[in-house]
């Protein structure tokens, strides 16, 4: 196993406040595409510093150090804009609640997968909102977007 991956926070510039955290490699810390909707106002509003905590780890590390932090910075109160608790990612096998919820609630697998892709920030609010004006079920508004 290499040890390439990172844990990082995003923090606001505005106030100091941490409202991010996650794991990655690479560039992944300072990539602002793929980022939830949430992610993309708060970063609008009060600007990005990032850092990184811990480098030089083991994925499964990095997962659970990420996982930590989360829930340090939740019981903390931090303005989280993390969409779960950790551990999970474009190389995690997990899903998170939010898109078992929505496999829940459609009866199509197509529009379950373009709601999901919306939720973990591979499309934008724009993307999302013109494929749901070409037939998505109304319920994917209500679903989705309580919970960014």
Same mark, same amino acid.
């Given at each position: 196993m290499d040890s390439i991956y990172y844990v990082y926070k995003h923090i606001r510039k505005s106030d100091g406040k941490i409202f991010y955290i996650g794991k990655g490699k690479g560039q992944r810390a300072y990539c602002k595409h793929g980022r939830n909707c949430h992610w993309q106002r708060t970063v609008r509003k009060h600007g990005l510093r990032v850092e990184i905590v811990v480098d030089e780890l083991h994925e499964e590390l990095a997962f659970e150090v990420e996982r930590f932090l989360i829930a340090q910075c939740k019981q903390e109160g931090c303005p989280l804009t993390n969409m779960t608790d950790g551990g999970e990612g474009a190389s995690g096998t997990g899903r998170c609640i939010y898109c078992q919820e929505l496999g829940r609630i459609f009866?199509? @697998? +197509?529009?379950? @997968? +373009?709601?999901?892709?919306?939720?973990? !920030?591979?499309? !934008?609010?724009?993307?999302?909102?013109?494929?749901?004006?070409? !037939?998505?079920r109304k319920q994917a508004y209500g679903l989705t977007f309580q919970y960014l």
């Amino acid at each position: 196993m290499d040890s390439i991956y990172y844990v990082y926070k995003h923090i606001r510039k505005s106030d100091g406040k941490i409202f991010y955290i996650g794991k990655g490699k690479g560039q992944r810390a300072y990539c602002k595409h793929g980022r939830n909707c949430h992610w993309q106002r708060t970063v609008r509003k009060h600007g990005l510093r990032v850092e990184i905590v811990v480098d030089e780890l083991h994925e499964e590390l990095a997962f659970e150090v990420e996982r930590f932090l989360i829930a340090q910075c939740k019981q903390e109160g931090c303005p989280l804009t993390n969409m779960t608790d950790g551990g999970e990612g474009a190389s995690g096998t997990g899903r998170c609640i939010y898109c078992q919820e929505l496999g829940r609630i459609f009866h199509n @697998a +197509m529009e379950a @997968a +373009m709601a999901v892709k919306f939720i973990r !920030g591979e499309w !934008g609010c724009e993307r999302y909102i013109q494929v749901a004006a070409q !037939g998505l079920r109304k319920q994917a508004y209500g679903l989705t977007f309580q919970y960014l």
